[in-house]
């Protein structure tokens, strides 16, 4: 197994520019209490990202040598470990400059379920999968709180409202989660012992039209090409092979076939072409970027699939990889893609890129009903997947083959 190059620096998970460690910024501690520090001014960056003056009036930042996690301010003397990009001025929390973060990128064409998606692999990493994988999963900055609660976890997990479909960045700014994931690992042997290894896991709710809108793409090309990682979720709805299937279980899209854009394929090959562009490879070079390609509202798919489908069986829930399951689940997606005339979708994805995966997940884990959760709640169904086998690749999960294969 190939591991994808290690990132050089810090990229900012906010506006994605690459950072040397001797260009980070510092942002003074500022005054508190019987503190002296310096006062509160308008950081214009800050304010220019943002959108907004609001909440930008801060202690002002100052160069010093980013490569040490601490530095006085030069004005009132104060030491401080608050770092922050120098273009953007966001800050960038200690564990994210000091672990090799890896940014992951969330691709979808409309429809897809992307904004279910998140709202529920966030909550598993924070619940059951985090247990299972003795892991962590921290917000880096208070923005990223709470738009988690207020836009996913209080109306989808909460209420059980479904989350509307993404309007366009057109529309108004949209800022990124920024989280942290963080497992301890032990290693064995005679001197056993414990270690952190940390994944930065940036997600971008993208609508499908910013993908093409050349008013609104140089913030998600710059996501793009930042990665380290693509997860592209796929709507079967919008394959005609799988919507005859299911036609009478569930309706199609409503845009289903109305917009080649919208397309998958489509979708997949002009993140391709953003992604070679960033790599510079030769014509017919693949990408080294790992790529998981997954096709959700797998629960409307699955009464019509044999019993000993792979598809049918859950995660062993052991904290590594299963391999055999996982030659089984991609090689059971391969051949529905193929059933279904889509089978050109994993033929381009194997001569474009050096390593891709194909899975099967449901984050809801039922069909919704008008407009809200079924009756049976949130029950997702391998939502993890995608990203325990890109920690698998990025060597933060063991693999194992039950079936000593």
Excluded at 14 to 23: E, I, L
Excluded at 47 to 76: I, M, N, Q
Excluded at 192 to 206: H, K, P
Aim: hydrophobic share 35%; with cysteine.
């Amino acid at each position: 197994m190939t591991r994808p190059p290690a990132r050089q620096g810090v990229t900012c998970p906010y506006c994605f520019a690459a950072v040397a460690p001797q260009r980070i910024l510092f942002r003074c501690r500022g005054q508190a209490g019987r503190r002296q520090g310096c006062a509160p001014v308008l950081d214009k960056e800050l304010a220019e990202y943002t959108g907004s003056t609001a909440g930008a009036s801060l202690p002002p930042v100052f160069a010093a040598s980013g490569r040490k996690g601490r530095a006085d301010c030069p004005e009132c003397g104060l030491p401080t470990g608050n770092r922050a990009c120098p273009e953007c001025h966001n800050p960038l929390p200690s564990a994210y400059c000091d672990s090799p973060g890896r940014i992951v990128a969330l691709v979808g064409a409309k429809n897809a379920g992307k904004s279910t998606y998140i709202a529920v692999l966030l909550h598993e990493l924070m619940n059951r999968v985090g247990t299972e994988l003795d892991a962590s999963l921290v917000a880096c900055d208070d923005r990223t709180i709470e738009r988690y609660k207020r836009d996913f976890a209080r109306p989808l997990l909460e209420e059980r409202r479904l989350l509307p479909t993404t309007a366009s960045a057109a529309t108004g700014p949209r800022e990124p989660l920024v989280y942290l994931l963080t497992r301890t690992r032990t290693r064995k042997g005679r001197f056993a012992r414990a270690r952190n290894d940390s994944l930065a896991l940036v997600l971008f709710d993208t609508a499908g039209e910013d993908l093409r809108s050349r008013e609104v793409t140089d913030l998600h090309l710059r996501y793009l090409e930042a990665a380290d990682a693509i997860i592209f979720l796929v709507d079967p709805l919008e394959l005609p092979g799988a919507r005859a299937e299911v036609r009478d279980a569930v309706p199609a899209p409503r845009t289903a076939g109305e917009d080649p854009d919208s397309e998958p394929l489509n979708v997949i090959a002009r993140v391709t072409e953003t992604l070679r562009q960033r790599h510079g490879t030769r014509p017919g070079e693949p990408l080294p970027v790992p790529v998981a390609v997954a096709l959700t509202k797998i629960d409307v798919l699955r009464p019509g699939l044999l019993k000993q489908s792979a598809l049918h069986r859950s995660r062993s829930g052991q904290g590594v990889l299963d391999l055999d399951d996982r030659d089984a689940v991609n090689e059971q997606v391969r051949a529905m893609l193929h059933d279904w005339q889509a089978g050109q979708l994993d033929t381009y994805l194997g001569q474009q890129y050096a390593g891709h995966a194909l899975f099967g997940l449901s984050a809801l884990g039922g069909v919704p009903e008008r407009g809200r959760v079924g009756a049976g709640g949130v029950r997702p169904y391998r939502a993890e997947d995608p990203l325990l086998w890109l920690l698998y690749r990025f060597r933060m999960l063991d693999g194992v083959r039950p079936g000593g294969g």
